[in-house]
């Protein structure tokens, strides 16, 4: 690998555009082989790879390390800006991909605070991907984020026999209709009071 120019991403200086797009499809390529180089991939992560280069199925770096369960890598790319909500072909965010996964790198894809409401082609989120593989963890780190309970995951939760995440799921769903049954309330409290005006 030969010496970098001064390229940077997104948290130091700005990289020549260029250079951040080779090293960026370099990136990709490199993540793309079965047995990808570790060293070489995290050299160019951290020297300005541009993380918006796709392959044939919309595939950016970013999902291709979620979907090998690179913890470092994954980390180490959302630290420097890779957009965890980019979609691929079939709708997947790195949030999706995560989700089925280990929960050190659902961790990291949480970090910026993503919308946990995409849906992928299928009709799936994050969440419900989580519960239908049966990732406990996932599915705790999805719902302290803000990822919400609908009558449709519980319905599939029951089907697929989640018996261990169900009780959880209820719960957050009680918990969840309460707040937004407190919300209402307080926006009702919060109406100015009506002024009556005397007749003339």
């Known amino acids: 690998m030969t010496a970098p120019e001064h390229t940077f991403n997104k948290h130091a ?10 090293y960026g499809q370099e990136l990709l390529n490199a993540l793309r082989k079965q047995m990808p180089d570790m060293d070489d991939v995290m050299w160019l992560v951290k020297n300005g790879a541009s993380f918006d280069a ?3 199925r919309g595939d950016t770096a970013l999902h291709l ?11 180490e790319m959302v630290l420097r800006g890779a957009d965890v909500s980019a979609a691929n072909n079939a709708g997947n965010t790195a949030v999706i991909l995560a989700a089925t996964g280990g929960s050190d790198v659902m961790r ?29 963890d996932n599915m705790h780190l999805l719902l302290a984020a803000g990822a919400q309970v609908d009558a449709k995951l519980i319905a599939m939760a029951e089907r697929l ?10 719960a957050a769903r009680e918990e969840q209709g309460r707040r937004a049954s407190m919300t209402g309330r307080d926006i009702i409290a919060l ?10």
Do not use: W, Y
Not at 65 to 74: E, G, H, W, Y
Not at 161 to 170: I, N
Not at 191 to 200: A, G, M, S, V
């Open 161 to 170: 026999e989640r018996k261990s995440l169900l009780g959880d799921l209820r």
């Open 54 to 56: 796709t392959d044939a």
């Open 65 to 75: 390390a979620v979907r090998m369960q690179l913890k470092d890598i994954v980390r």
């Open 108 to 136: 990291s894809v949480l970090l910026p605070k993503p919308d946990l409401a995409h849906r992928n082609n299928g009709g799936n989120d994050a969440l419900t991907c989580a519960v239908a593989a049966e990732k406990s």
């Open 191 to 200: 109406k100015p009071p009506r002024i009556f005006r005397p007749k003339h």
């Open 13 to 22: 200086a700005p990289a020549p555009s260029a250079q951040a797009q080779a």
